[in-house]
DNA sequence: AATGTGACGGACC
DNA sequence: TGGTCCGCCACAT
């Protein structure tokens, strides 16, 4: 039906990830690895990366707001970095001189889930 | 069913 | 501090 597109099992890992994402507040991040766990497999990171490169813009997923464990965006440079750090920026979250994004100040954890 | 993927994470040196 | 190696997982082919 419209909207098959996704073809992932419904309610499966993937639908958890991507409404996880897109409950992000603006100016806050969220690692991979955190996703993965909220989703229910802390050690799907992978996974999660995997899930936001196959998404397309129809998704609608903040997919800039997730970085990695060091607090570094793990897009390659030319490849996505910079769109991710301007996207970033303009929602306020700041990157230090090494491209470090202070997880204690801007890392978003959900207070619980439903 | 087997193999490949991918924007990870952690242990280790 | 930073590179390398390895384990992990769900989805694609």
């Known amino acids: 039906m419209a909207g098959d597109s996704g073809a992932t099992a419904p309610g499966g890992f993937t639908d958890r990830v991507k ?4 409950r992000i507040p603006r100016g806050r ?3 991979y690895g955190l996703v993965a766990a909220l989703a229910g497999n802390h050690r799907a990171a992978r996974q999660v990366a995997w899930i936001l490169h196959a998404s397309s813009a129809r998704d609608r997923l903040p997919w ?5 464990r060091r607090g570094r965006i793990s897009l390659p440079r030319l490849r996505g970095y ?6 970033l920026e303009a929602e306020g979250v700041r990157l ?3 491209g470090r994004i202070d997880l204690r ?5 959900p207070p619980r889930l439903p």
Do not use: C, K, M, S
Request: glycine share 4%; no cysteine.
């Open 96 to 98: 230090g001189p090494d």
């Open 105 to 109: 100040r801007f890392l978003w954890v």
């Open 82 to 87: 910079e769109r991710q750090q301007e996207l």
């Open 19 to 22: 409404a996880i994402l897109r």
């Open 29 to 31: 991040v969220v690692t």
């Open 64 to 68: 800039h707001r997730v970085i990695n």
